[in-house]
């Protein structure tokens, strides 16, 4: 398995308000981790390195993940726990309140790869069936699309697009959607904040995953795209692939 992180802070934007990473506990199991933080002053940074410090350490300390249900438990646990320490800490200080994040994680191991996410930051899985976007987002504007008010061509430029309904750390309880996917060689998983998919197209992302470049250099093609169309906002991502089918690469 490799993998890469990588944010920017984009064009516009004095600050990055992303965070994230990718980590690897005892067993060598990947966590691949993208937080994309909101709120008032400098508080959707706190949110998102809170985030990103505490599911790292949770990760570090923990043993192998031999079943899906093991990780979706594990996430939904842990992330609940961050909830916790977010919602707390934004009602004790005064400049973080009403601070929170989005989160999107991946559990990965050579057999599975178990998802949780909440907010509009995304996981998408490239394998022999093709590119699929695996979450759903918690947004208004998704919510309109699904009902049938709204098309997805018009929710693309919708004025409200950024309103979520579901944050990490804004309110005292949260529900994380979480799902497992069996994974086989050479299959990838690009996890990424909005600053990303709202600037990219799926065929474009599908053309330089699959193009030959390192990870290193795929991650850096996104940003870039995202930057020449904009970036107005921080663009962050994860590409984790899954037992490398070219080693030397």
Known sequence: MKAVFQTDVGKIRSHNEDNGGVFINKAGNYLAVVADGMGGH???DVASEMTMTQLKQFWEETDEMTSPK????WLKEHVMKVN??????????????????????????????????IGDSRC???N?????QMTEDHSLVNELVKSGQLSKEDAEYHPRKHVLL?????EQTIQLDVKTVTVEEGDMLLLCSDGLSNKVSESTMVDILTSDRSLE???QALIDVA??????????????????VDESR
Do not use: P
Not at 70 to 73: I, L, M, N, W
Not at 166 to 170: E, I, M
Not at 228 to 244: K, M, P, R, S
């Open 227 to 244: 930057n020449e169309h904009g970036g107005e906002d921080n663009i962050t991502l994860a590409i984790v692939q899954f037992a490398d």
């Open 84 to 117: 916790e320490s977010l919602f707390h800490h934004s009602q004790t200080n005064d400049h973080c309140q009403g601070m929170g994040t989005t989160v999107v994680a991946a559990i990965c191991t050579n057999q599975f790869a178990t998802i949780g996410h």
């Open 128 to 132: 022999t069936n093709g590119f699929q």
């Open 217 to 219: 250099e795929k991650a």
């Open 166 to 170: 579901r944050a990490l750390g804004t």
């Open 42 to 44: 400098l508080a959707g």
């Open 124 to 126: 998408y899985l490239l």
């Open 70 to 73: 093991q990780a979706e438990t």
